[in-house]
Every structure is written in C-alpha cells, then in structure tokens.
C-alpha cells in the first residue's frame, strides 16, 4: 500500500503542503479536513510533482476543496504537476477552471 507523506511550508499570502507519494481512498485520511479547514483560512498551494497516484478519491477531495474555496474567497492552486496526477485532472474535463501554477510567485 502506497503512502502519502505532507510537507507544510507557510508563505506571505499561502500555505503550502507538498504532497508526496499517494493521494487515493486509503491514504487521504485526516488530510481531507485538514484541506477543506486550510481552503476556509488561506490561500493554499498544493505542490503536487511528487505525486506518483492521484485516483477518483483524490480528485474528489481536491474538487471539493476547491469549490469550498471558490466561495469562500481564496484560492486554491495545484503547482507543479506530475505526469500522474496531470493525467487523472486532464481525466475530469475539468483542467482549464483550476488554478494551475509552476512557482509560488504565481500566488497572488
């Protein structure tokens, strides 16, 4: 079973959490709330080039968090994609209305 380790980084007008390794149904546990708790406060930044699984579980979250952003106020941005996980977001027809990033100077 895969693993899904967190790296947070605080910015001038971000959070940012580097998502390493498996973003899917067993690992996104306390990740979940702590995202949508995260999108309520701040800017969020979620550098995803070391995902190596992004799966429909994932994307649910990520979609959720979004759109939880979208009315609160903030943003959320996915920064530097892996092939994997630009593949399982290119999958949802939904690409183009994310705010897709390659550097934190991008976050404004």
Not at 16 to 24: K, R, S, T
Not at 42 to 64: Q, R
Not at 89 to 107: D, Q, R
Request: net charge negative.
């Amino acid at each position: 079973m895969e693993q899904l380790n967190i790296v947070e980084k605080d910015g001038a007008n971000y959070h940012l959490y580097e998502l390493i390794g498996a973003l899917n149904a067993y690992t996104l546990g306390e990740f979940e709330s702590t995202l949508y708790d995260a999108v309520k406060k701040n800017n969020i930044v979620l550098d995803m080039s070391k995902l190596i699984e992004l799966d429909p579980s994932g994307i649910g979250v990520l979609m959720a968090a979004f759109n939880d952003s979208e009315e609160i106020g903030t943003k959320l941005y996915f920064m530097s994609i892996s092939n994997e996980a630009e593949k399982a977001i290119a999958a949802t027809g939904f690409k183009s209305l994310f705010n897709m990033i390659n550097s934190v100077t991008e976050v404004n």
